[in-house]
């Protein structure tokens, strides 16, 4: 998965800060009204659904004497594990060769027990017996054995037998030896495994595309290859796809520790957008929204997804012309498939029953050998989909006027023939409230000042994440300029933030 995770981190880092200082100085220590805990409201106690039969809660779809889930061990529960000091060195090899602590990961079950991190309300629901069956397609390259595997068995072990078709694993061109015959012996032994392998590197995007043309299931599934997928993990995917083809789902991405494969609990109320350089991003549901919501369990609509881990129903796939074949290796994909989503019909929800851990690595491993492929596919996205509004992203990122994408002719075809939505729909419809840029009008903006000390908050001139200092104001902005934007953040310019 493509997260620029530093920036991210940072940017988030200040986000949190931020928020902390305004719903501090906005609801002080009494609490305010914003995202309270939900009242218990079930949807889904039905016992049965008119089309999709008996409804069962996820752990009566199977028999648990056939879950295999290793309890106790190292890691168990997904506790970290840490790295005695004289191991140190085998934990820096394998940083250098995997981007994270494949050393710790090896010494963790492959099936081991990981905390249930959904909502209560998740537990209670009710699933549909008769649901779509999934291809899961997890597309490798050169990834350690134990962290891939256990992606592999998580999804076996918990997943209901009758709604998992096959898992797919594309194996784009990878020279390790325990990728090889190892790993074929070892995963003809668990079944259901179709191995597929590239005769030459074709990066993520053509591989994943391999990978869809090889299932068969009624839904194909990505996912990267270094996840965990949790307690009934797939119910909750399948459902939405099963009561309307053209929904596209991600699940909730809980978070994997690349040190000490701690695994923790996500914010499942978030939603993904983009900023005007085209670096993804997440905005949580906003505070009259989360009131709207009855159900804990309801699916979020959300604008952009991140782009490792989602669900679509196989033909609606095909119709919408699957992954752009004109994009190289990574970048971009999950922006062209989540306009099209939207703008052709269909649409791309946040599922928070579903949870699925993810692996952030420190870094990649490994090279490409196309250095501008990320802006040839960003210039593609551009030119096909956004119509007037590409100027927006040229303006923040003018490398992308001189790069060339290539072919767009089937692409725009593919639109036309789709009778799709303009960007402007997009914009105004799905991305309204999630979009951040200096076009965006500003609730407010200037110094932030006490009246009766005369003391401002100040970043002290500290990068994102830092911590806000209290000073005497001096009234010449810099430092001491804030905006409070129609997102209800509170933040620099972000600008001054890099972010
Ligand atoms: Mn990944």
């Known amino acids: 998965m493509r997260f620029k995770l530093k920036r991210t981190c940072k940017c988030l880092a200040l986000l949190v800060t ?47 004497e056939k879950n295999k889930i290793v309890p106790n061990g190292p890691g168990s529960n997904g506790a970290p594990v840490e790295t005695e000091s004289e191991n140190q060195e085998a934990k820096d090899r394998a940083y250098s060769e995997y981007g994270f ?46 962290t891939l595997l256990r992606t592999v068995h998580s999804v076996i072990n918990r997943s209901p037998p009758h709604m998992l078709q096959e898992i797919v694993m594309v194996d784009d061109y990878s020279d390790k030896e325990h990728l090889k015959k190892r790993l074929d012996d070892y995963t003809k032994k668990l079944g259901k495994i179709k191995m597929v392998r590239t005769d030459e590197r074709v990066g993520l995007i053509k591989a994943r ?29 399948l459902e939405r796809i099963a009561l309307d083809r053209r929904t596209a789902v991600c699940p909730t991405i809980d978070f994997i520790d690349h040190n000490t494969f701690e695994y923790k609990p996500m914010d499942p109320y978030i ?34 997804m991140a782009g490792g881990l989602f669900a679509i129903n196989r033909e609606f796939f095909k119709e919408l012309g699957q992954y752009d074949p004109g994009m190289f290796i990574w970048g971009g994909e999950q922006y062209e498939l989540s306009f099209k989503l939207w703008q052709c019909g269909g649409q791309l929800e946040n599922i928070p029953c579903s ?4 692996v952030y690595r420190h870094h990649v491993p490994y090279s490409y050998p196309k250095a501008d492929a990320t802006l040839i596919n960003f210039r593609r996205v551009a ?14 990122k003018p490398e992308l006027r001189n790069v060339d994408p290539g072919d767009i002719s089937d692409r725009i075809a593919l639109r036309k023939r789709l009778k799709c939505k303009s960007f402007k729909w997009y914009m105004e419809n799905v991305a309204n409230d999630t979009v951040r840029s200096i076009y965006e009008p500003l609730r407010a903006s200037g110094p932030v000042r006490n009246p ?7 970043s002290m001139g500290r990068k994102a994440g830092g911590e806000l200092g209290l000073v005497t104001c001096h009234g010449l902005m810099g430092n001491q300029a804030f905006q409070f934007t129609f997102l209800d953040e509170f933040r620099q310019d972000e600008g001054l933030l890099g972010c």
């Open 101 to 146: 602590n494949q050393f710790i990961s090896d010494k963790i079950s492959l099936e081991r027990s990981i905390k249930d991190t959904r909502h209560s309300a998740c537990k209670e629901r009710k699933y549909p017996q008769n649901l779509p069956k999934a291809s899961v397609v997890i597309v490798f390259h050169n990834e350690g054995w134990s």
């Open 18 to 64: 931020c928020t902390v200082v305004y719903l501090f100085a906005n609801c002080g220590l009494n609490g305010c009204s914003g995202r309270s805990e939900y009242e218990l409201e079930p949807i889904h106690v039905a016992d049965t659904h008119p089309k999709l039969g008996q409804m069962l809660n996820v752990e009566d779809f199977w028999t648990p």
């Open 383 to 396: 030119e096909v989909w956004m119509d007037e509004y590409k100027e927006w992203l040229y303006d923040k």
């Open 271 to 304: 939603r993904g957008t983009f900023n005007w350089r085209f670096d993804y991003k997440e905005r949580p549901v906003r505070p009259e929204e989360m009131k709207k919501r009855k159900d804990p369990t309801q699916e979020v609509r959300s604008p952009v």
């Open 452 to 458: 009766s000390t005369n003391l401002c908050f100040d």
């Open 355 to 358: 949870r699925v851990g993810h």
């Open 209 to 237: 595309s391999i990978g869809a043309d090889n299932a068969v299931g009624d839904v194909v599934l990505f996912l990267d290859a270094h996840c965990e997928a949790n307690l009934g993990w797939l119910p909750p995917l």
